[in-house]
């Protein structure tokens, strides 16, 4: 039986773990040949083995986003090796995301950071993704946050970047409309390690998180925002462009 992504080939960096190893593995199920682009090599290797050990075809192409030079070569790889290019998903964010701060007393290197990883890395792969996807006619999506579209006043850096990526994307879904190309943004309610991390923490705050969603429970990084991303990298995609896809079960409203 044909897969929705059979013969496709796509890049999601920042794929090693969370939400960025669920829509890689996802994406693989559904017939992609995926190229994991983290940061570090040690943080994809377990997502390409765990998709070779189910029969299906994954690469790993070291990537720092905040290096034009990384994207464009991951991109050059991916074409290399597999031929062509179908959709491209920036699904990387600075390792300080979840750190709490207020611009009052924010370092300017928190800034720099998340500034480099979201806004410089979305530019950099839209760049480099631009001719191979205007060939395939394929997709670009951008990983966006609740954080950037109501605001957050514990994660203010957080917020402005996520927001300056949902804008990026809208911009560029009229800009590459007409070269057949469609830009979506995903932002999405998952289990991922800083989450974990923060449940070991405080174990009361899975109970309350899961209670404050309508669905009751929180997202799974593979079956719930991955599922989301192959149906919009596939042709059930195909007349979506510049719009933000929240995948919460129901927890963010405000769109």
């Not at 600075?94 to 928190?110: I, M």
Request: with cysteine; net charge negative; glycine share 12%.
């Amino acid at each position: 039986m044909k897969r929705p992504l059979d013969g496709r080939v796509g890049i999601i960096t920042g794929a090693g773990a969370g939400v960025g190893r669920g829509m890689a593995v996802a994406c693989a199920r559904a017939g992609a040949s995926v190229v994991i682009a983290p940061r570090r090599a040690e943080n994809g290797r377990a997502v390409v083995e765990e998709i070779a050990a189910g029969g299906d075809t994954a690469l790993l192409c070291v990537c720092d986003v905040t290096q034009r030079a990384d994207v464009e070569g991951c991109v050059a790889e991916a074409i290399g090796r597999l031929g062509h290019l179908d959709f491209f998903v920036h699904n990387a964010t600075s390792n300080r995301s979840p750190e709490v701060h207020r611009v009052e007393d924010a370092d300017a290197d928190l800034w720099d950071e998340h500034a480099a990883v979201s806004i410089r890395g979305s530019y950099y792969a839209a760049a480099a993704a631009f001719e191979p996807l205007r060939a395939s006619r394929g997709r670009f999506v951008v990983m966006t946050s609740p954080a950037g579209i109501e605001g957050s006043a514990t994660l203010p850096f957080y917020g402005m970047v996520k927001a300056a990526q949902r804008t990026f994307a809208k911009s560029l879904a009229q800009e590459w409309g007409p070269h057949g190309i469609n830009v979506n943004a995903i932002s999405p309610l998952a289990l991922t390690p800083a989450l974990d991390r923060a449940f070991e923490e405080n174990p009361e705050l899975e109970e309350r998180l899961a209670a404050m969603i309508p669905l009751g429970r929180i997202g799974d990084p593979e079956t719930d925002i991955g599922a989301a991303a192959v149906a919009l990298l596939g042709d059930a995609g195909r007349y979506v462009t510049a719009q933000t896809w929240v995948v919460d079960g129901g927890r963010f409203t405000g769109l």
